[in-house]
């Protein structure tokens, strides 16, 4: 059963970095969302096993949406994707229960084994 994931950018370029680097890994994309609502939104109707958020984003930001994410469901796994420069919002996320968090840029591998690492329950954080 392919491993399901909702990545969460308002970058289309990244969107799609993210999706390549977790397709070579056997992940389905179930969804993308460009902005907090949308993924508030599109975590209800496909429930991922892990989703990928960005923390700045225009309107809704990373962090309400995982705020929300997490009322819904607590037990959902959230992998922050963000430049090390948000180490302050980075830190405000994973105290908010993102579950682990890997810098822009990223290597596909770290990627991987990151979000993989999410799945089994084993946070580097």
Not at 31 to 58: K, L
Not at 87 to 105: H, M, N, Q, Y
Not at 108 to 115: C, F, I
Request: glycine share 4%; net charge negative.
């Amino acid at each position: 059963m392919p491993k399901r994931v909702l990545i969460v950018d308002d970058s289309m370029l990244m969107r799609r970095m993210i999706a390549d680097s977790l397709s070579a890994g056997d992940w389905e994309v179930v969804a993308e969302a460009c902005d907090g609502a949308e993924a508030i939104e599109r975590y209800q109707q496909t429930r991922p096993d892990v989703v990928t958020m960005d923390i700045v984003m225009p309107g809704t930001d990373g962090l309400h949406a995982l705020a929300r994410i997490l009322q819904i469901d607590p037990a959902a796994k959230v992998v922050v994707v963000s430049a090390l420069n948000q180490t302050r919002l980075i830190s405000e996320a994973i105290r908010k229960g993102a579950f682990d968090f890997i810098a822009k840029p990223f290597l596909p591998e770290q990627l991987q084994e990151t979000v993989d690492s999410c799945l089994r329950g084993m946070a580097r954080v």
